[in-house]
């Protein structure tokens, strides 16, 4: 499998959400050896410090620090943002990849959203709409992580928040369908406003991180059965990849010279599961302009941001 070839990135800063771990983690080292100054904005400190640990010791003289931030918690958002604009440094770089995947049972954000929408999807729009003044002076590449569940995700405009009916993988394909549609719009208003911000969405394919592990066990009494079934194909070499694999398309996305703007890149293998990086047609569900502004708009909302005003 072709591995990426990035480019100089001395004199770039770059932000990745999720960097603690499992593909940010792996994102980071790669950004880091290319040069790239690291920003890390983590919600677990001592996580966050081995990771600086470690992409410093697989990047000698790496330029990194962390920053506080909960996805979950639009207060956090606002403050991590605040932070960032008083530095004023010029961002080169984002790459929106926190999440959480398929909690049992149902829970809510600080702000009273589902969990997986309101952190993968409003957490990172909020994020962007904040900070989009340094985005525009950087001139920079944002690079939403989105997954394959969202090419079964749809939209309930009635129920956006599963207060009615939750499932844990319909919730999470919603908040990744929200994210496509996301990094899209963001690209298409980006081009139209003349932001000067270059958008495009990626996913990893089937890359065991413990995002298997974390979600699911959320609000269960014993572990769930996802994380030992991925280490079960992964050693068969079935369907899954590691974290080095997985960081692939994200890391073409991101740092690539021929990668575009609103567009979307993941496995070039059967089912999309594993392979190198490849440009994707974008899922059905994610094809519609409308549905795009609408729920743009509504997210602007309940993220309290205004994209216009920054």
């Known amino acids: 499998m072709k591995d990426v070839s990035v480019p100089d990135l ?12 499992g593909v940010g983690l792996g994102l980071a080292v790669r950004l880091a050896r290319a040069g ?3 920003v890390l904005p983590v919600r677990n400190p001592v996580k966050g410090s081995a ?30 943002a605040d932070t960032l604009n008083g530095e004023g440094r010029p961002i080169g770089i984002l790459i929106n990849n926190a999440g959480v995947m398929a909690p049992a049972t149902r829970h809510t954000t600080a702000d009273g959203l589902e969990l997986q929408f309101g952190t993968n999807h409003i957490g990172h729009m909020a994020l ?22 969202a090419r079964t995700g749809k939209i309930d405009w009635e129920d956006l928040q599963s207060e009615r009916k939750y499932s844990p993988t319909g919730a999470y394909g919603l908040s990744k369908l929200a994210n496509l549609m996301f990094g ?17 969405v990626a996913h990893p394919g089937t890359t065991l991180t413990n995002l298997y592990a974390s979600g699911p066990n959320l609000g269960r009494r014993r572990p769930a059965p996802y994380e ?18 997985g960081i692939l398309p994200a890391l073409y996305a991101a740092t690539g010279p021929q990668a575009q703007g609103g567009r979307f890149y993941g496995p070039d293998g059967l089912g ?15 094809r519609n302009e409308a549905d795009a502004a609408r729920l743009w708009d509504v997210s602007e909302r309940l993220a309290r941001v205004e994209f216009t005003a920054a």
Do not use: H
């Open 228 to 245: 030992s079934l991925m280490k079960r194909l992964l050693r068969l070499g079935l369907f899954v990849q590691t974290v080095d694999r």
């Open 184 to 200: 899209l719009e963001l690209d298409r208003r980006s081009r139209a406003g003349g932001w000067g911000v270059v958008s495009n």
């Open 128 to 149: 962007v709409g904040r900070i989009l003044p340094l985005l525009r002076a950087g001139q920079a590449r944002v690079t939403t992580m989105s997954s394959s569940a």
């Open 36 to 38: 790239a100054e690291l």
């Open 10 to 21: 001395t004199g770039k800063l770059a932000v990745v959400t999720g960097a603690s771990d």
């Open 272 to 286: 999309q599961f594993t392979g190198g990086p490849t440009e994707l047609a974008v899922y059905k569900p994610a």
């Open 51 to 80: 990771a600086v640990a470690r992409i410093r010791s697989a990047a000698p003289g790496a330029v990194v620090s962390l920053r506080e931030l909960d996805l979950a918690s639009l207060d956090s958002v606002a403050a991590l």
